[in-house]
């Protein structure tokens, strides 16, 4: 008996693993680019509030989490 190859079988079968796949990829990029504007928006805030004067030095500022 020959193995079925139809059009179903071989485009649908690697679906959920495929899903799988690029969700996980998607995930680690958006962490890193959370990540990465998190860094940027500590920074242009703590840039901002040392040109105001509501901070002396830069690295004073403490962000709660």
Not at 2 to 11: G, H, L, M, R, V
Request: with cysteine.
């Amino acid at each position: 008996m020959q193995p079925s190859t139809s059009n179903e079988e071989i485009f649908c079968s690697p679906a959920p693993e495929l899903y799988k796949y690029w969700r996980f990829r998607l995930k680690q990029e958006h962490q890193q680019n959370h990540l990465a504007w998190d860094k940027k928006c500590v920074s242009w805030r703590t840039r901002l509030l040392h040109t105001l004067g509501f901070i002396t030095t830069p690295t004073t500022l403490a962000i709660s989490v």
